[in-house]
């Protein structure tokens, strides 16, 4: 899905008129995780639909001042928050949770921004959210720990999706099944 109401230059011109210390800096489908604490059957329904801001699943429009963003902890931005760090992810995911491994078609990382550095989020937001056809798959985590397959919408996965899962939802002591949930 296209995103509709971007416009990327606005955000940097915002950016650089605004007294917030730190740049901004896009990247273009780059994997990233979202920890997620919601039951099984929602985490599939996810993995379907994709995964949206508030504001999107709400059909307004979004408010994509990153400024705005960094300031609200309540997440109704146009941005839907993922990372690069696996143990950020697991913290998000609590201690009942999943973990899904997506690849948008653009995120925004704030570096050198001292509200966003003492976080230690590594967080990188996504405009809009992530469609499905961006999300690769997701397996559970409890306490920090994977258990059971990692899930995928089809058993037709790419190879580079494929090892985009292993590598990033594995423990590193096995290779987890991958299941699709049109098995």
Not at 17 to 33: A, M, Q
Not at 53 to 76: C, L, P, Q, T, Y
Not at 125 to 150: A, L, T, Y
Not at 160 to 172: V, Y
Request: net charge negative.
């Amino acid at each position: 899905m296209k995103i509709r109401e971007f416009d990327v230059q606005v955000i940097y011109k915002e950016w650089k008129d605004s007294d917030l210390e730190g740049e901004i800096i896009t990247k273009n489908f780059i994997t990233v995780l979202k920890g997620i604490r919601v039951a099984r059957k929602k985490a599939e329904n996810l993995l379907i639909d994709g995964i949206w801001s508030r504001k999107i699943r709400n059909e307004e429009v979004g408010d994509f001042s990153i400024a705005k963003h960094i300031e609200s902890s309540n997440g109704v931005s146009g941005y839907v928050s993922t990372t690069e760090n696996l143990l950020i992810a697991k913290e998000y995911a609590g201690e009942s949770g999943f973990i899904f491994c997506m690849t948008p078609e653009l995120a925004i990382q704030v570096k050198g921004n001292p509200l966003v550095d003492v976080i230690e989020e590594y967080e990188l937001i996504v405009p809009e959210g992530i469609s499905p056809e961006n999300i690769h798959g997701f397996r559970k985590c409890e306490d920090g720990i994977f258990v059971g397959p990692i899930y995928t919408r089809s058993n037709i996965v790419s190879a580079a999706a494929h090892s985009k899962l292993i590598r990033w939802l594995s423990d590193g002591s096995s290779v987890p099944t991958i299941c699709s949930l049109k098995d």
